[in-house]
């Protein structure tokens, strides 16, 4: 089993919509979540951070936390063409010094004007 | 401006050949990390390092090595260079804090014929 799994997509969703991105982590030490942002031939951007089950908001953007389930989404309201990217999903182990952060293999987002 | 630099954009080498990856950051981190990512796979990790001569293997540790002898910098060294090992190198790091966002680097695309 893959520590970080994704939906590959495409996810193909209309200017406008809500456009909704999940994540599964199988490692319960697991202690902080991440989505990142990259655009084609571009390095990884940070978009949202979380720590703490429930919801977090920040603009358009909403991680969302379910600890029990091993669950994280980022949904993204007001989708944007410039929204289309892909979106990976990151979670860090953290332990005294030792910091690991797995990546999932990224959900391609298409937003269609 | 925070900055993480690799030393080249783009290096073509021979199967064979010791590839050295040279990676520097200049907002004292602690954590460092090396990722290569293929299309479909996502960014893998190969190693990291949280302190000045500590190392961890990640995920894909296989035909690599590392060092780390200042805190600024972090070497992924190719032992021999094999045609899979073709791909595109992420450096990246990150302070010691809970929620603390990896800064990547522009990364290297390195070919190996």
Known sequence: ?113 | DVKVTQSSRYLVKRTGEKVFLECVQDMDHENMFWYRQDPGLGLRLIYFSYDVKMKEKGDIPEGYSVSREKKERFSLILESASTNQTSMYLCASSGTGVNEKLFFGSGTQLSVL
């Open chain 1, 1 to 113: 089993q893959k520590e970080v799994e994704q939906n590959s997509g495409p996810l193909s969703v209309p200017e406008g919509a809500i456009a909704s991105l999940n994540c599964t982590y199988s490692d319960r030490v697991s202690q902080s979540f991440f989505w990142y942002r990259q655009y084609s031939g571009k390095s990884p951007e940070l978009i949202m951070s979380i720590y703490s089950n429930g919801d977090k908001e920040d603009g358009r953007f909403t991680a969302q936390l379910n600890k029990a389930s091993q669950y994280v989404s980022l949904l993204i309201r007001d989708s944007q063409p410039s929204d289309s990217a892909t979106y990976l999903c990151a979670v860090m182990i953290k332990s005294g010094g030792y910091q690991k952060v797995t990546f999932g293999t990224g959900t391609k987002l298409q937003v269609i004007p």
